[in-house]
């Protein structure tokens, strides 16, 4: 329950430097827009959002609470509840017991076979699939958020508004995705508590409602330049959650991400003024968004650590509590019936979910594929990559306009993302000669 404070505690800091400025706003749009619903503010949309999350997680928390207070897991026997109930309430608050055998289904049970294709074929298959699902994905997520849907020469058209909608959406398709992998493949034993997936789900929906709302106020370039500096909020977390200790080259990469970041952004506040620019609000939802994931990738690695549960076991599980969430604070808000309405109404937006969502599944499993075949490092070069023809792609279709010294700095953040790459890749390979050498040296002494 702590982290969820420290979650909630961290949603206020985020918000609360914003509303002054965005109150401003608000008054202007009730004013010039009376149609308008109060509940499309941002902030109060938000505050919405905890308050259906919360509905979920406070019972849950009582209820594992009261499981651990009264004893019932340390009853033994069928007739007191070793049944299908039993099982189910221990998965969920203690997890299984670890096995160390390979029959009950241990980690090294669960090694990947080596694909038969040739590796060149393979990784050619995992680019296409990346960057595939996630320009697709980017492309159509500025569509849906940022442009009207029904314009015309004679109807201005509507935004569709719900951002929680389409993170549920996504989150569905994840789940089934996982679920049938899960079916299909073998997978390790699964020994963590369901519980603990929760808290980095939380986090993870509210980055992705995050990343979503942002459009309303920034462009997408600006979108895409503020997710290549998570990772310094990554860098800050990791410290606060892990007590990690980082090298001076990436204290350096972070600080040219910094500069070139904030070259782009105030060549576009200049230039974008009156149409998608960076403002107060989505400034403050991108620090917001950035803040959350790197909270979600700190946990998960830690889960990782602690319980080695395979990557598809962690989607499925991550995904399972998002389902919850987002379905239930959807429900209490009318989310549903806005969403499908809006879906009925306009059939491009229904095209335009689906496919968002078929992409933000496909890319999660070609993830998590690439970097068990092919490393961290050739997979974070694609996605790299993936990031820098985003921002080409939405420039050519959207028509965002970027002066030289926000061409500058886009430059100066990927050469710092890609020094930081290989900088990496040379720490490890460094690691790796140096403990392959470590035996041989023991061997000599022994001689000796």
């Known amino acids: 329950m702590a982290k969820f404070i420290h979650l909630i505690t961290a949603v206020l800091l985020i918000t609360v430097p914003a509303i002054s400025e965005d109150v401003n706003e608000f008054e202007a749009a009730l004013k010039d827009e009376p149609k308008s ?55 969920c608050v203690t997890g299984a017991e670890q096995k160390t055998s390979l029959e009950e289904g241990s980690t090294k049970s669960s090694t990947q076979d080596k694909p038969k294709m040739s590796r060149a074929v393979l990784l050619i298959l995992c680019v296409a699939g990346l960057q595939g699902s996630y320009l697709t994905w980017g492309v159509l997520q500025e569509r849906v958020m940022a442009h009207e849907y029904g ?4 109807n201005p058209g509507e935004k569709f508004k719900n951002s929680q909608f389409l993170v549920f959406m996504n989150r569905v398709l994840a789940l089934s995705a996982a679920g049938l992998v899960m079916m299909l493949t073998k997978q390790p034993r699964h020994v963590a508590p369901l519980y603990k997936y929760s808290y980095c789900s939380l986090s993870n929906i509210l980055s992705s409602w995050c990343q979503y709302e942002a459009l309303k106020f920034v462009s997408f370039p600006t979108q895409v330049l503020a997710k290549a500096s998570k990772i310094i909020p990554v860098m800050l977390m990791g410290k606060v959650v892990s007590s990690k200790s980082y090298e001076y080259y990436e204290y350096f990469t972070a600080g040219m991400i910094s500069v070139g970041v904030t070259m782009f952004l105030l060549t576009q506040g200049k230039e974008d003024t009156g149409n998608t620019a960076t403002t107060i609000s989505g400034v403050v939802i991108l620090v917001g968004y950035m803040t959350f994931d790197s909270f979600t990738s700190n946990w998960q690695a830690e889960l990782y650590k602690q319980y080695s549960m395979s990557s598809i076991q962690m989607m499925f599980g991550v995904n399972l509590f998002s389902c919850i969430f987002t379905s239930w604070a959807l429900l209490e808000q009318g989310g549903f019936v806005e969403g499908i309405s809006f879906m009925l109404k ?103």
């Open 346 to 448: 306009y059939s491009t937006f229904m095209f335009h979910v689906s496919l968002i969502s078929i992409c933000s599944a496909t890319g999660q499993l070609f993830i998590f594929y690439t970097i068990s075949q092919f490393g961290a490092v050739v997979f974070t070069i694609i996605m790299t990559t993936r990031q820098a023809i985003a921002i080409f792609l939405s420039c050519i279709i959207y028509g965002h306009p970027v002066s030289v010294s926000g061409f500058l700095g886009i430059m100066v953040v990927f050469v710092a993302l890609f020094l930081k790459v290989y900088a990496t890749a040379k720490k490890k390979s460094a690691k790796a000669k140096q403990a392959s050498q470590a035996p041989s040296q023991t061997i000599d002494s022994n001689k000796v």
């Open 151 to 154: 314009k015309d020469d004679t």
């Open 37 to 91: 619903n109060w509940t499309d503010f941002w902030i109060i949309r938000l505050a919405l959002n905890l308050l259906g999350y919360a509905s979920v997680i406070i019972p849950a928390w009582l209820i594992i609470r009261y499981v651990r207070s009264s004893g019932y897991l340390d009853r033994g026997g069928e007739e007191n509840g070793h049944g299908c109930w039993f099982k189910t309430v221990k998965s």
